[in-house]
């Protein structure tokens, strides 16, 4: 193995870095769009045909771009965001697009679950949609955010590694400059054994906390 | 307290369109258990959620306490919609909460203070009798319990009028007899006017003072309880009838009957109201030269008046059996001679 252990380091902290910062933004975005998604539509509390109507196929595109090309479509936007287009900042902008949108359908399935009898029975408290929505439909739909958040982060794992092939730093990057580019088998097993582990605790994480919330739901 | 005004609703999806209610006219005065009672579908739902305007009326007007709704601000409707209670089959309660934070939610909506919230929720829950079961999780409780909850965060605003959606309609005989006397007591000791929906005569007859009968998005008979259903004029409503008190004759009479089975003639007597109380029977035994025996019978309590039904047969000379028809005639008991 031609690595030294500080690179790995320095590369797992990469990883994590894009990964947190992502998850923060992508699940704002997600929420947010996600919450829209659902009170807006036809029948529910706050219905708007038109922010609708524009959010809808909007999340539908961003969702269908293969990450990768993504990756590169986005270089102007990225650098007008963070002012680069390489390194480990800079993909953090399509992650954020990336996962946002498709954390925004899980969400908003989720929130599609919950119970329409306990919606109505709030309506007739005389709850107003701010309140409807944060004391009943995010709380409610809670217990499954939280599976979704764990598939999400596990994608965006897979994503930063891809990241990696623009020089976004991190686990993916070292596998491929010196695992790939270099034939050196070893590097490539053991970001691939250090990836798998990090899902890993993440799926466990998450299912603890999951079963933990839903123990009485 | 409510009046409906020729109201109609029309849903209107796509292409199809669907009149749920047509000119209703309804008066709900304070204090009544006001009970509509109708088949799935005949609109009972939408009826309800007029009230408290989770739906507005097509055309006509639904005034609550003098106001109508519909023409509120969103912020007066809430104001207006907190004065109302309301209760379902399927209980509704939040899953993500327990049976204190259920309870409390409603008040949270109201920004009250943590120390009136506990106070008030602590006191819906004694009346409940659900003290011990506060920090329980709804999965956690039978089907009773939820609606005891439900009720209790029904009443927490002290509303002056719970509505109730097929409250009952998911429990078991037993529990909804109880969730009913809970209900008479809110009425009782509270003072709270209620209008409950149902399919289910029992409910009806328990705790209701007043009826209407809805069929296919119409009221078809209303009035007293016991005036509807002692006498129903509409085949619907007669049905409901039929399920508290069997008034038809029971088919192996007939048999018995056309197999020459019996020695006298069997008559079907009716009582209503008054005539329940009287000797009637005996009288008939001690006065006319008539053997009586009771085949079938059937007395039935609703609102404290009695209505019942008995099927006789009456053996003796016609001349004697006449006399006796005319005696009852004036003691107001129906007869009939089944045949
Ligand atoms: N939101 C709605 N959209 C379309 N049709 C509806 C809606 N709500 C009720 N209906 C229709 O109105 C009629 C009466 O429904 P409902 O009031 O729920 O009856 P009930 O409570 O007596 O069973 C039914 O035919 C039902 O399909
Ligand atoms: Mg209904």
Known sequence: MEISSDILVRALQETLYMVSVSLVFGGIIGIVLGVTLVVTRKGHILENRYVYALLNPIVNVLRSIPFIILLVAIIPLTRLIVGTSIGTTAAIVPLVLHIGPYFSRLVENSLLEVDEGVIEATRAMGATPVQLIIKVLLPEAFGSFVLSLTTVTISLIGATAMAGAIGGGGLGDVAITYGYQRFDTATIVVTVVLLVVIVQIIQSIGNHFERKIRRFN | ?339
């Open chain 2, 1 to 339: 307290m409510i009046e409906f005004n020729d109201v109609t609703k029309v849903f209107t999806n796509k292409k199809q369109q669907v009149m749920a209610l047509q000119n209703i006219d309804l008066h709900i005065q304070q204090g009544d258990i006001f009970g509509v009672i109708g088949y799935s579908g005949a609109g009972k739902s939408t009826l309800l959620r007029l009230v408290n305007a989770l739906e507005i009326p097509t055309t006509g007007e639904v005034l609550v306490q003098g106001k109508n709704l519909a023409r509120l601000s969103k912020k007066e409707l809430r104001q207006e919609q907190k004065k109302i209670g309301m209760i379902f089959q399927h209980f509704n309660l939040l899953q993500s909460r327990n049976v204190y934070e259920n309870i409390a939610l409603p008040l949270e909506l109201e920004q009250q203070s943590k120390v009136d919230i506990d106070r008030k929720v602590k006191e819906a829950l004694a009346f409940v009798n659900l003290t011990d079961k506060a920090q329980h999780f709804p999965e956690q409780l039978s089907g009773g319990q939820k609606q005891r909850v439900g009720i209790a965060r029904a009443l927490v605003t002290n509303p002056e009028l719970l509505l109730c959606d097929e409250a009952t309609s998911a429990l078991d005989p037993q529990t909804t007899i109880a969730i009913l006397q809970l209900l008479k007591r809110v009425n009782k000791v509270f003072g709270i006017t209620i209008l409950l929906i149902t399919h289910e005569m029992e409910v009806i007859k328990e705790i209701c003072n007043r009826v209407a009968v809805m069929e296919e998005g119409a009221i078809i008979e209303t009035g007293q309880v016991f005036d509807v259903f002692a006498q129903p004029k509409k085949a619907t409503t007669k049905q409901f009838a039929q399920m508290i008190v069997r008034d038809d004759v029971p088919v192996v009479i007939h048999e018995l009957l056309s197999a020459n089975r019996y020695q006298g003639r069997v008559f079907h007597f009716k009582f209503l109201g008054d005539s329940t109380g009287k000797p009637i029977i005996s009288h008939i035994a001690k006065h006319y030269e008539v053997d009586l025996t009771i085949l079938f019978g059937n007395i039935m309590e609703i609102q404290s008046t009695f209505f019942g039904h008995l099927m006789v047969e009456i053996i003796g000379d016609d001349v004697e059996i006449a006399k006796v028809l005319q005696f009852a005639e004036q003691s107001q008991v129906n007869i009939q001679e089944v045949s």
